[in-house]
């Protein structure tokens, strides 16, 4: 029996368990279902980060495009998207580099694009839909590019 003064300083005895068995299948079934509901979760952030990740095109003017034309100085094809660093003379004859963001490596492969489809030096022509800041740099699409000599980027399949 516990006294007044055991009870008051929260010092209480264990408790005896007879007579109490425990399911250990349903215990087991709980937990795996508590476990897959977890990995499911993870999964699921997992693969909506990368979508979460992705920007959106606001930053580039769709609605007035520009036309380009300028030497390649890199051409990154890298993920997840690729950039054509490109140096534009500018009507006062200076000269600006561009950084131009395109579809990822991947998508150019399915239009038939390589790492050497442009190489620095070449001389290219395109139109892109610039930043809306005013610096220098715009997004380009494989259908609005070719050689400053008219010749396609590439010749699709």
Not at 31 to 55: D, K, N, P
Not at 62 to 89: A, D, M, Q, R, Y
């Amino acid at each position: 029996m516990i006294g007044k003064s055991a009870r008051q300083y929260g010092k209480l005895p264990q408790a005896r368990l007879t007579g109490f068995s425990i399911d250990n299948d349903r215990v087991e079934a709980h937990m795996r279902r508590q476990l897959m509901a977890i990995l499911a979760g993870g999964v699921f952030v997992a693969t909506a980060s990368g979508a979460l990740a992705h920007h959106s095109f606001a930053m580039f003017d769709l609605e007035n495009p520009v036309e380009l034309t300028g030497e390649v100085v890199e051409f990154k094809f890298t993920s997840p998207h690729t950039f054509i660093i490109l140096k534009v003379k500018g009507t006062d004859g200076s000269f600006s580099t561009w950084s131009l963001e395109g579809q990822s490596p991947s998508a150019l492969v399915r239009d038939g694009w390589s790492s050497k489809a442009i190489n620095p030096g070449d001389a290219i022509m395109l139109t892109v839909s610039p930043l809306r800041s005013g610096a220098p740099g715009g997004a380009w699409t494989t259908n609005k590019i070719k050689f400053q000599d008219n010749r396609p980027i590439v010749v699709s399949h």
